[in-house]
């Protein structure tokens, strides 16, 4: 994608899949070459969503917590082209209500941050879990090309001091640049080449430990099967 993006280290962290991929705490970082295969056509429109059942009760997101203020002040950035697929998910509570979450995820948006003019593009975080543990980004390039990535920790920028700010919990780091702060700390993960797809997995595996194991599909088989031939190693958090 661009000289940024080929620095950051590939990872998954997500939840375990019973006795397919294994994990003794909330999340488990798997590798990102070990991932199950995605055959689904992932058109713009989320056809592939829309045929799911609705769920009133568990959900990723409580739908009255998505600030959509946020969503059109980004929108309105003469530099910032985000996914069409993106902000029709942020603008739906049918496509949210459709997607249920193991570790009580919800959208988090929070105003896009510049990243210096040698790496011109945003970060916009859009996603977290109920504890905060796990932190979503989007990054998009100034070609508007995007990514997804993850990291446990919440990046900002201080605009009094010009630096870079990374936290968790009371911990604070600052650095002269987002390069520089991904090459100290590597403490953030490329883990999805676009939105649509790192969607589309979120959902397929917390669809599968909601169902499993007496109502899975064809497709949520195909996906645990991958796992009976390779021996997946797994970090825990």
Known sequence: ????????????????????????????????????????????????????????????????????????QIVTLPDLRLPSTFTLFVRSPSLQKRIRS?????????????????????????????????????????????????????YGYDKGTNRWICRVNEEEWAYPSFFELLQEKKEIWYCAPSF??????YWLENAIAFDYPNSLTPVQLAYLEHYQSEKTTTEVT
């Open 1 to 72: 994608m661009d000289r940024l993006i080929a620095t950051l280290q590939r990872g998954w962290w997500s939840i375990g899949l019973y006795g397919y991929r294994d994990c003794r705490g909330t999340y488990a970082l798997f590798p990102y070459e070990g991932l199950p295969p995605i055959h689904q056509d992932l058109d713009e429109a989320f056809r592939w969503l829309e045929a799911e059942p609705l769920y009133e009760n568990v959900t990723t997101v409580k739908v009255e917590d998505v600030d959509l203020k946020v969503l059109d």
């Open 102 to 154: 193991a570790t009580g995820c919800h959208v988090d948006l929070l105003q896009p941050i510049p990243i210096g003019e040698q790496e011109r593009g945003y970060l916009l975080h859009f996603f977290s879990d109920h504890q905060g543990c796990l932190h979503w980004y989007l990054y998009v390039n100034a070609e508007g090309d995007h990514c997804v990535l993850v990291s446990g920790y919440v």
């Open 196 to 201: 649509s797809e790192y969607l589309y997995r």
